[in-house]
C-alpha cells in the first residue's frame, strides 16, 4: 500500500493505525513514507447479552454510530443501547491507556490505516474522530475490503486505497478453473 501512496513523501504525513492489526500495517506505511506512526482507537458496539454481535461502533470521544434499523429488529431499547456505547467507550479508553492517545490531526494530512474491512463500521467511526480534528487530508487505506464498504467509506474521505476488493468471498472448491459454479445434480438419492 505504500506504493500506492508514495505521493504523500515530503508532506509529513500522520500514519495513524487501528489497533491490533492496522498498527502494524500502519507502521510500515509510516516508515516508507517517513511519517509519523500513532493510533486512532474507535471499538464496536455490542449487543446486549451477545459479545459476537456489533450493532455499530464509537471512538474514544463517545460519538457512535448504530445501525438503528438493526438496533430496533432486535428490540433494543434506548437505555440498553446507551449502555452499550458507555461500555464500548470504556473499553475505547482502557485500549487508549495500552496503546496511547491518538495524537493532534489538525492541518495535517492523515492516512487511517487498519488490516482489512468489512462492514466498514469500526474504520467509519475512527475516520469520523479524525475528520472532527480538522485534517488538512484525510486518507484511508486498508488491504482488502469489499466494493460496496469501499465506496461508502470513499464519500468520507478525500483518498481511499484499497488494493484487493473481492465481490464477495467464495470458497475456492465451489468454482471450476473458468470462475463458473458447478451444476448440481438434481437427481433425487437412490
Known amino acids: 500500500m505504500a506504493r500506492q501512496l508514495i505521493h504523500l513523501i515530503g508532506t509529513n504525513p500522520l500514519i495513524l493505525g487501528i489497533p491490533r492489526g492496522g498498527v502494524v500495517v500502519a507502521a510500515e506505511v509510516a516508515r516508507a ?33 448504530l445501525d438503528e434499523l438493526f438496533v430496533r429488529r432486535l428490540g433494543i431499547t434506548e437505555h440498553e443501547a446507551h449502555a452499550a ?4 467507550i470504556t473499553e475505547i ?7 496511547g492517545r491518538t495524537p493532534s490531526v489538525e492541518e495535517r494530512t492523515v492516512v487511517v490505516i487498519d488490516d482489512g474491512v468489512a462492514t466498514g463500521s469500526t474504520l467509519r467511526a475512527a475516520l469520523g474522530y ?3 480534528g480538522g ?7 486498508v488491504p482488502v475490503g469489499p466494493p460496496t464498504t469501499i465506496d461508502l467509506i470513499s464519500m468520507e474521505v478525500d ?8 465481490d464477495r468471498l467464495r470458497p475456492a472448491a465451489r468454482r471450476d478453473a473458468a470462475g463458473r459454479r458447478p451444476r448440481r445434480d438434481r437427481r433425487s438419492p437412490s
Not at 485534517?135 to 487505506?141: D, E, K, N, S, W
Open 135 to 141: 485534517p488538512a487530508r484525510l486518507v484511508c487505506a
Open 85 to 88: 456505547v458507555s461500555e464500548a
Open 33 to 65: 513514507l517517513d511519517g509519523e506512526l500513532g493510533v486512532v482507537i474507535a471499538g464496536k458496539v455490542r449487543a446486549p447479552d451477545n459479545d459476537e454481535l456489533a450493532i455499530g461502533a464509537v471512538a474514544s470521544d463517545g460519538i457512535a454510530m
Open 130 to 132: 479524525v475528520r472532527r
Open 159 to 166: 483518498e481511499i486505497v484499497c488494493p484487493v476488493q473481492p
Open 93 to 99: 479508553h482502557r485500549r487508549e491507556q495500552v496503546f
